[in-house]
């Protein structure tokens, strides 16, 4: 009979894979809850989340493809991971800023004068943390866009798919089928469920097709998951979360998140360290009628208040910052 230990920092918790916390679906009293949240919402809402713990789950539309916005620098970071594993790209590699690179929209790169030199971690740091653009760009040239959507694919991410660089006036050229959905949601497209399992095969630290993570893995996953830890937009998931019912003082991030927005799109997905154990949250909303960038947008509150009210219910204790770090199941996923 199939066992996996979850374990994290000072918790254990022994799950088999035939008792009834193993896949303990749909939390029917949160659905509820969360349901009400994405109803009252001026736009449109789908969600998946889930307690790694226990199994349970709630799902507004998770299996409906919408706008990735930046999220899907998710997948742009896990192919990095799986690069510099194999040895085809380091985090020492130097990558060249021109001002051909400088698209505009979010980061701090647009600001800086070229060329300027930059190694594959800065610019995958800033992407991660500032979302920048331009170093967006310089990581996508680095690692190749189809090794990213390979990548994505080997994932079993059916409906992810990255069409682009940001802000590139020239695309590959697509199938019909995925030309219409690149004309529909502009960067990128995934669904709720599928960019809540990058997230969580970063924290699960699943690289490869090796059954275990090895010490070089974990270090892989830990400065992805640090670079998660730091970001600097937090006003969706974290909103609500960052310093609730956990230590003042020295402790650190307890969520580590990747955002996405445009006028009318705000995402956002992320790990939680909670007392009782992970939780993973992957939030989209679009369609939105408040279009605004200021920080109460009616779109970043409703996902903060489903956050909110999902880590309330299956971690009422709070959240455990010292636990955020990666943590390795037993086995690999195909």
């Known amino acids: 009979m199939l066992k996996t230990a979850l374990f994290l920092g000072c918790w254990l918790f022994s799950l088999d894979a035939g008792s009834p916390l193993m896949g303990a679906g749909l939390d029917s009293e ?87 030199q930059l190694t594959l971690k800065d610019a995958l740091t800033l992407m991660v943390v500032m979302s920048d653009n331009a170093a967006t760009n310089l990581v996508i040239d680095h690692l190749g866009l189809p090794d990213i ?17 940001v802000f590139s006036k020239s695309s590959p050229a697509l199938p019909p089928k995925l030309e219409a959905e ?14 809540a399992s990058v997230i969580e095969r970063i924290y699960r630290c699943e690289l490869g097709t090796a059954r275990e993570a090895t010490p070089d893995d974990l270090q892989l996953c830990t400065i ?13 998931i974290p909103r609500f979360l960052d310093g609730w019912n956990a230590p003042e003082t020295g402790s650190g991030t307890a969520v580590g998140n990747k955002t996405g927005s445009l006028d009318e799109v705000r995402n956002d997905v992320a790990i939680v360290a909670a007392k009782r154990g992970p939780i993973v949250i992957s939030a989209f909303t679009f369609d939105n009628k408040d279009q605004s960038w200021r920080a109460d947008n009616q779109a970043q509150i409703a996902i903060a208040n489903a956050a909110k009210a999902i880590v309330e219910s299956w971690s009422p204790e709070g959240l455990a910052p010292n636990e955020y770090k990666p943590h390795p199941a037993d086995s690999n996923r195909p």
């Open 224 to 236: 992805a998951t640090t670079m998660l830890g730091n970001q600097f937009y937090r006003d969706c």
């Open 30 to 116: 949160l659905q509820q809850r969360v349901a009400a949240i994405a109803s009252a919402h001026q736009g449109h809402m789908t969600l998946f989340a889930e307690d790694l713990a226990t199994g349970k789950t709630v799902a507004i539309e998770p299996d409906t493809p919408v706008p990735t916005a930046s999220v899907i620098k998710l997948a742009i970071l896990f192919e990095a991971l799986e690069q510099v594993r194999s040895g085809k790209a380091h985090f020492e590699d130097r990558l060249t800023l021109t001002k051909a690179d400088q698209v505009p929209g979010a980061g701090v790169l647009l600001f800086f004068d070229p060329p300027q």
């Open 149 to 165: 959507n390979r990548r994505i694919e080997w994932m079993g991410l059916h409906n992810t798919h990255l069409f682009n660089k």
């Open 182 to 195: 690149h004309k529909k949601f502009g960067l990128g497209e995934t669904t709720a469920r599928e960019m």
